[in-house]
């Protein structure tokens, strides 16, 4: 057992905190343990806060890669590129080297925002811009989940041939689009999401193959069914919501005007508001 003595040289006044400064001040072993907890726990602070909800979107206009990351000793972690889905419009780039070890796959995930309980959300697909600027490779881009049920990867893929140019994808992500890739309880998983990954695999998969690749990515969106009768978009029916079919009417805006077959606004747009709004939402 290894044990470390200390001399700590106190005054009279010196309340516990700082005496256990002076002790970390004097040991820094103490004092890197304490740091890498405080660290720690910040993070799965903020971990635990994080809730994956309809409307979120990734869309690196921070110039950051908004939690978007790869394994820790990646010689070429994602990287946003300014400009490059447009002027002003920017992307995240994903890139894979084809060699073994790190940083030789097209694989990105987040453990930060897109985690939390997909199924109460009412999460039902997620939609992005992918764009394959290599020259030689094809890639195969699927999404894969992991968390209390184990790991899972959607059955859908984004094919993406060399020097695809910008295409927009949607992944569907509804219960029954998701097949396991490790994985044991599909609900426990989608209820508790605690990474999600975007990743290269010609067949469903939570790793992404070894092969080069030089992806670009952008305005990742979460999306869910649309209920009619909440015209606000808070999640919940009450009067706000008629209040704003009535601006919408009176506007003449499409929204209000074709709830009923006919485009007229009248009466009867009014009804069919009134009707949906007893239905209620999914």
Same mark, same amino acid.
């Given at each position: ?8 040289? %106190? ?7 700082? /005496? ?21 726990? +910040?993070?799965?602070?903020?971990? +635990? ?6 409307? /979120? ?24 590129? =300014? ?28 453990? /930060?925002?897109?985690?939390?309980? !997909? ?6 697909? $997620?939609?992005?811009? =992918? ?7 094809? /890639? ?19 094919? =993406?041939?060399?020097? *695809? ?20 309880? %599909? ?13 290269? *695999? ?12 030089? =992806?670009? $990515? ?9 209920? !009619?009768?909440?015209?606000?978009? *808070? ?19 499409? !929204? ?27």
């Amino acid at each position: 057992m290894v044990k470390w003595e200390m001399s700590v040289r %106190l005054s009279a006044g010196d309340t516990p905190r700082e /005496l256990s400064r002076h002790r970390m001040e004097k040991d820094p072993v103490r004092k890197s343990i304490t740091i890498v907890l405080f660290v720690c726990a +910040a993070w799965a602070t903020r971990h +635990a806060e994080a809730q994956i909800s309809i409307g /979120l979107v990734s869309d690196f206009q921070s110039a950051t890669t908004e939690g978007w990351v790869s394994g820790p000793i990646n010689p070429n972690p994602p990287t946003v590129l =300014l400009n490059g889905h447009g002027p002003g419009d920017h992307a995240l780039r994903v890139v894979g080297t084809g060699s073994f070890g790190a940083g030789g796959r097209v694989v990105t995930f987040n453990v /930060l925002e897109w985690t939390g309980d !997909y199924l109460s959300a009412g999460v039902t697909s $997620i939609s992005m811009d =992918l764009n394959n600027v290599g020259n030689k490779t094809d /890639l195969d881009i699927r999404l894969a989940v992991t968390g209390t049920g184990g790991s899972f990867s959607t059955s859908a893929s984004a094919l =993406l041939p060399a020097g *695809s140019g910008w295409t927009n994808f949607v992944f569907p992500v509804d219960v029954a689009d998701w097949v396991p890739a490790g994985g044991f309880n %599909l609900n426990a998983t989608l209820s508790a999401v605690t990474q999600l990954r975007i990743l290269n *695999s010609p067949t469903p998969a939570f790793m992404a193959i070894v092969e080069a690749g030089d =992806l670009l $990515i952008d305005n990742i969106t979460a999306q869910g069914e649309v209920c !009619y009768a909440d015209c606000d978009g *808070s999640g919940t029916l009450d009067i706000f919501d008629f209040l704003c079919f009535q601006n919408s009417f009176v506007l003449g805006e499409p !929204y209000a005007c074709d709830c009923d077959p006919d485009p007229i606004c009248d009466i009867f747009d009014f009804l069919c508001f009134q009707n949906a709004f007893v239905g209620g939402c999914p």
